[in-house]
């Protein structure tokens, strides 16, 4: 038995409260301490979490369907609810880091780009681009229950991710968000790429008639994504920071979404 005067260890529940108020701008509240560890073990619930995000996103999509508005506009109105659920959290990553890469001339102009909250040329572009080809996703989707499977899939594997980099990646900096989070141990990151891959083989599969085939190719695709912004983030940073991280989900989130997309298209769906 624990003593009652120690620090607290942390529960499941605990560790999921503590991913949805990372990952989401819900306002949970949060009474006594915070575990010296708390933010490593939330790791495995990222994806959970993800799946979660995305239903919302689902739901949204049918409400916006259901009141009239075309795929397109339903589509926008869901992306801009999702962005505000989550706070843009991984969309500042993803505009740090193409601002970082595309303007910093060596590592210590890339990391200071990246720190800084304005946003640059690059970092718009990469935005606007993201926006557009997830919104048009979505509403190349159109059907309200494709949409809110496509979803849940993308939020749930994306993120199911990231425990996995972080656990084998160095940090590119000893301060700052990635590093004070500390480090997933390698049984949590596989607990959560599990999870993660099992939501988003679900709802792929509930998409018949596409093929299970096509869903591991979707799969192995948006887990490739990321693979070429890791391996600049390694040669021009020296490892990740927590905009590295943040870009990859939404690169791997996009390439889920095109994928589907294409993988739809060929089935004639």
Known sequence: MSDATGPRRASPLMEFTA???FLTRIPIPWRGNWPADL??????WFPLVGGLIGAAGGVA???FSSAGLPPWLSAACTVAALVWLTGALHEDGLADVADGMGGGRDREQKLSIMKDSRIGTYGAAALILSFAMRIGALAAIAEPRAVALALIGAHAFSRGLLPALKAVLPDARPTGASASQGRPNHARALVAAV???SLAATALGKLDPMGGGAGLLILAVSAASASPLIAMARR???????DVLGASQQVSELAFLLALVGALSHAGL
């Open 236 to 242: 021009q940073l020296g490892g990740i920071t927590g």
């Open 195 to 197: 999870i993660g891959i």
């Open 19 to 21: 991913a949805v108020i």
């Open 39 to 44: 933010a490593e073990r939330a790791f495995a």
């Open 61 to 63: 999509y049918w409400a």
